[in-house]
């Protein structure tokens, strides 16, 4: 006769009460539209997520919208995270791996790699870099445990790639990046794909960027937030200090601000201007804004400075803001059924409040009339010489090239 240990018996009902909880979770990043394919989903139906989250409760593991910490800073900062699985399965579908691929994962949180190596099966080969030799060991560890031990873990600054495997089908970014380092673009195959969350004026999307001849295009870039890349790829954003409790972020190293004017224009009477234009698809607008010119920054304020009345309480997520000398403009919205639901406005201070509230307002209009829909944006990145790239309308600067947006 054969006895059953209560080890035994409590792991069986883990595993099944893991099962049920992945079948629950495919089904929802399935009404999500996370999920769009059956590989993505048989991925996600395969790999036990709760493997690689460790100590977290069950339910935390599979909740398809938590990101999961796993290593913070000596500041409290996130290092690493296992990803919510809904961003994930938005990225594997935009990668559009198929069986016998070879892949390079930037960031090893282990999860995400199995996913990778279920997609490219036994054929395939999954490579995933990380810089933390901590996350390394620790991906590595899980992924033996789930029964990966074909996916390779490297520990290396991934901004120079993994050359010894290369060249890649695939290259999936799961840390925030800056710029597009030229090791990724020259280990990639010619039908190649990155796809990476790039940052780019205080907003990140992650873009599918399929290989132009020595450059990038894309039309498939969707709303994500990632821990951002350390090593050589790390850049920090200036955050320009207005006020008590309100800054400005901004990419630009060198753009120059009139703060006092600024901080002074903060405690003006506000001027309104609402534009008679559809307020729809914040993420849509928001990256519109973004590449319109290089006077729009991202404006953050605390609940404090909204709780007196300075700002509205968009601020507190942070809102494109266009910034002339010592007077700026925001977006804002308000009800109204006449434009289905909600109408976009502008708030605007400062002793030029009407020329830049106009500006901003003929930019809502435009994008609502001209562009309001889901991937209207055509995205190409050109590699330059360092530091060549100069910002401009519908051109971002980076390090190593420029992000160039086009409305369709």
Not at 288 to 297: G, K
Not at 333 to 353: I, L, Y
């Amino acid at each position: 006769m054969t006895s059953t240990s209560a080890d035994d018996t409590s792991a069986s009902r883990t595993d099944d009460e893991a099962a049920a909880l992945r079948a629950a979770m495919v089904k929802e990043l399935r009404s999500l539209e996370a999920i769009t394919s059956e590989p993505v989903a048989a991925a996600f139906t395969a790999v036990p997520r709760h493997t690689f989250a460790l100590d977290e409760p069950l339910e935390k593991a599979y909740d398809a919208d938590r990101a999961l910490v796993v290593k913070r800073g000596q500041d409290g900062a996130a290092l690493s995270s296992l990803s919510a699985a809904h961003i994930q399965a938005v990225m594997l579908e935009q990668a559009g791996i198929e069986p016998g691929m070879r892949v390079l994962e930037v960031g090893s949180g282990g999860f995400n790699a199995a996913l990778l190596a279920e997609l490219v099966g036994d054929d395939g080969t999954v490579v995933s870099v990380d810089i933390d030799a901590e996350i390394v060991e620790r991906a590595r560890t899980c992924l033996d445990a789930a029964g990966y031990g074909q996916v390779k873990v490297v520990l290396a600054d991934a901004d120079n790639g993994v050359v010894a495997h290369a060249p890649y089908d695939r290259i999936v970014v799961t840390a925030g990046a800056w710029d597009v380092p030229s090791a990724w673009r020259e280990q990639l195959s010619e039908c190649g794909r990155i796809v990476v969350p790039l940052r780019m004026r205080g907003l990140t999307r992650s873009i599918a960027f399929d290989r132009d001849g020595e450059g990038l295009v894309s039309g498939s870039y969707r709303l994500c937030g990632f821990v951002p890349m350390q090593g050589a790829g790390a850049y920090t954003e200036r955050l320009v200090r207005v006020d008590e409790g309100i800054a400005l972020r901004v990419d630009d190293q060198q753009q120059d601000f009139d703060v006092e004017a600024v901080a002074a224009a903060v405690r003006t009477p506000r001027l309104e201007l609402w534009t008679g234009a559809a307020f729809d698809l914040p993420d849509e607008l928001e990256l519109f804004l973004a590449a319109s010119t290089p006077e729009m920054v991202m404006l953050h304020g605390r609940q404090d400075v909204v709780d007196q009345g300075f700002l509205a309480p968009s601020v507190t997520r942070g809102v494109p803001a266009l910034v002339d000398g010592g007077s700026f403009a925001y977006r804002t919205k308000r009800q109204n059924a006449a434009t289905g639901g909600f109408e976009s406005g502008v708030f605007a201070h400062g002793p030029d409040a009407q020329a830049v509230a106009e500006r901003y307002a003929d930019l809502l209009r435009r994008w609502a009339s001209d562009h309001r829909r889901r991937g209207a944006a055509h995205l190409r990145y050109r590699p330059m010489p360092a530091g060549m790239a100069e910002p401009a309308p519908g051109v971002i600067a980076k390090r190593l090239g420029a992000v160039e947006i086009s409305w369709r």
